[in-house]
Every structure is written in C-alpha cells, then in structure tokens.
C-alpha cells in the first residue's frame, strides 16, 4: 500500500487497486450486513416483547412465526407510511408553529407504527391475535418511548435550542 497520500488527498475509486476494491467492497458489505442484522435483532426483540406482555393474546404456532412476522414487518411499515404520507405532506404545508408540527409529526409516527403492527398481525402466518389493537397499542407506545430515549424533548433555553434567544 502506498504510504505517500496526504491527509487532503482524495482517493477515488480509479485510483484503488484491485485488491483494495475487494477489501472496500468486502468491508461496505459487511457493514451492510452487519446493520441488516442489527435492525431485524431490534425487531425481533420488540416482536418478542410484546408477545410476552401480550401473552394471553398472541397465539403463534412456533418461533418461526414470529421470524415471519419480523420478515413481514418492513414491508406492512411500508404498507403504513404510504397510507400516512399524504397527511405528512399536508402537514409539513401548513402554517402551524413549530411545536405544533412536531407533536403531529410524533402522533403520525405512532399511528404508523400502529398500522403496520396491525397489518403484520393480519397477514404473518402461523400467527393469531384476540384483540389484534392491543398489541399494536402496546408496540406503538413502545416505540414512542424509545425514541424519547433516543431524542428527548428540549425545552426552551437548552443550549441547543435553535429557538432559545441568543446572548
């Protein structure tokens, strides 16, 4: 490998050789993976969560149905979020104060994650729900509390607060 680049040198693809493609190539698709796996665990891991909250409701008929029901879940969010993106769009159209837009915004996540609960409930195989609204309530509050956790609400004057006045 050629130790003469210096830090603002930009290398381009032309310029890698063969071996170092394959070792690029090798390394993004392992990075891919690599999240693919840690998204589908998340998923697999909250599936399971509310199966076990909701355990007199949620009849599978083994753990591959709920295998099945992560595999299905992308595609029946999907499902949800197009159903959902025409009120998003209409939102992001009106004159309503900032704070009003991101509380709608919040909501209409919450009601996406609740459809596409109920459409992986309706069509993953293997699997039957009593009350099938119940665990999309339950999985639906549980991603409005993760994402608390990941992005907690600021108040006015935080620091980072592009609202707060400035000094």
């Not at 108040?155 to 400035?166: E, F, N």
Request: glycine share 6%.
């Amino acid at each position: 490998m050629d130790d003469s680049h210096q830090p603002n040198d930009e290398t381009t693809w032309a310029s890698l050789s063969r071996r170092e493609k394959a070792l690029a190539a090798a390394g993004m698709a392992g990075l891919a993976l690599g999240v693919i796996t840690a998204v589908l665990v998340a998923l697999l891991l909250g599936f399971l969560a509310v199966a076990a909250a909701s355990l007199r409701l949620v009849e599978a008929d083994g753990i591959g149905s709920l295998f099945w029901a992560v595999a299905l879940f992308l595609p029946c969010n999907a499902l949800a979020a197009l159903l959902t993106c025409p009120l998003r769009w209409g939102l992001r159209l009106t004159g309503l104060a900032s704070r009003t837009k991101k509380a709608t915004e919040a909501a209409l996540s919450v009601a996406t994650t609740f459809l596409a609960v109920l459409f992986t409930e309706y069509f993953a195989p293997g699997l039957r729900v009593h009350h099938p609204w119940l665990p999309a309530l339950l999985a639906a509050l549980l991603v409005a509390l993760v994402n608390l956790r990941i992005r907690p609400p600021r108040r006015p004057g935080d620091a980072t607060d592009p609202a707060a006045p400035s000094s």
